[in-house]
């Protein structure tokens, strides 16, 4: 079981979906939530890829000056998950995006959008936000959603895992394309666990 956003398993495969997973377990025994503080949101953000370590401690030196507003900085972002949440949910259950959920990541990442400028990077020129307030973060985490809703045509549905009070979600790269955990190492082997003792009952 991760204790924190340091040391969670990155099993989603896309930052949007990792950002859902922050949450250890989905069903009747939701818990916990590893979004205790807007570092911990950093913590992820930069091991997603989408900040570097520069731009990381930055943002956690602008969070400790401004407690208040890093505090409300948080409560965006669990909002943001949440709506992440149910749209790519919906992809799993061949259901349309749910409209509220679509709308909350469609107005953050579009502010987002609006304030991104094209920069020279060692990998060639990138469109990149500037971070320049604690809300930039979850304005690139809905930025990278709205990516993972427009590429959809091109890649397989994001899954939601089938272990036992799980519902972590993940982009299916399985060369079968027919992948139901998280991680086999987790929930694949527990259900296989559970499989047998039930048979040997």
């Known amino acids: 079981m991760a204790t924190s956003t340091s040391d969670m398993p990155l099993s989603g495969g896309h930052p949007a979906l990792d950002l859902v997973n922050t949450v250890e377990s989905r069903g009747e025994g939701w818990r916990p939530d590893l979004l205790r503080s807007y570092d911990d949101v950093v913590v992820l953000a930069q091991r997603t890829g989408l900040l570097d370590e520069v731009q990381a401690g930055e943002l956690g030196v602008l969070a400790k000056s401004n407690p208040e507003r890093a505090a409300a900085a ?3 972002v669990v909002r943001l998950r949440e709506a992440i949440y149910a749209i790519f ?8 995006y749910p ?3 679509f709308e909350i990541a469609h107005h953050i990442a579009k502010r987002a959008r609006a304030r991104q400028v094209l920069t020279e990077t060692a990998d060639g020129f990138r469109w990149r936000l500037p971070l320049t307030d604690l809300n930039d973060l979850a304005g690139l985490f809905a930025a990278a959603a709205a990516d993972l809703i427009t590429g959809r ?10 272990g036992d009070n799980c519902g972590w979600l993940f982009l299916d790269t399985s060369k079968s394309g027919r992948r139901l955990w998280c991680s086999e190492a987790t929930c694949g082997t527990h259900a296989r666990v559970k499989r047998f003792r039930k048979k040997q009952r």
């Open 89 to 96: 949910a919906s992809e799993d259950a061949d259901q349309p």
């Open 153 to 162: 045509n091109h890649r397989r549905l994001v899954r939601e895992c089938k």
């Open 74 to 76: 948080l409560e965006d």
């Open 99 to 101: 409209v509220e959920a």
